[in-house]
C-alpha cells in the first residue's frame, strides 16, 4: 500500500510559482498513476493534472494548462506540480493522489490520497 505526503504549499502572489511535491511511501509507487486534485472552501474536489507510471502519458485540466507541469521521478519515489502564473482562483487545498489506472480524472478513480497543502495565492 502506497502512502503520500504533500509538500511545498504556502502563500505566493499572483504571478508567482510554487513547486508542490508528493513523496510517496511503499515500493509499488513506480507502477501507479499520480494525480494532483483541489479543492477550495465550498466547492467539490476537482481534477488538476494526472501522468502515468511511466511519466509519458500526463493530462491537464483545462485552466491550468500552459501554467502547471506535473512530472514524477521514480527512482525518489515523488511526483510534482510545478506552478506558474498562479492566479487568486488556484487558492485552494491540493491533493496528490495514486491509482492503479490511468484515465481517471474524478477522484473515485484514486484509492489513496495525501492530507493535502494549503495554496493560497494573494492579488
Known amino acids: 500500500q502506497v502512502q503520500l505526503v504533500e509538500s511545498g504549499g504556502g502563500t505566493v502572489q499572483a504571478g508567482g510559482s510554487l513547486r508542490l511535491s508528493c513523496a510517496a511511501s511503499?515500493?509499488?509507487?513506480?507502477?501507479?498513476?499520480v494525480a494532483w486534485f483541489r479543492q477550495a472552501p465550498g466547492k467539490e474536489r476537482g481534477f488538476v493534472a494526472a501522468?502515468?507510471?511511466?511519466?509519458?502519458?500526463?493530462s491537464y485540466a483545462d485552466f491550468v494548462k500552459g501554467r502547471f507541469t506535473i512530472s514524477r521521478d521514480n527512482a525518489k519515489n515523488t511526483g510534482y506540480l510545478q506552478m506558474n502564473s498562479l492566479k487568486p482562483e488556484d487558492t485552494a487545498v491540493y491533493y496528490c493522489a495514486a491509482g492503479s489506472r490511468t484515465g481517471w480524472t474524478t477522484p473515485i478513480g484514486y484509492a489513496t490520497w495525501g492530507q493535502g497543502t494549503q495554496v493560497t495565492v494573494s492579488s
Open positions: 511503499g515500493r509499488t509507487f513506480s507502477t501507479y498513476t
Open positions: 501522468i502515468d507510471w511511466s511519466g509519458v502519458s500526463k
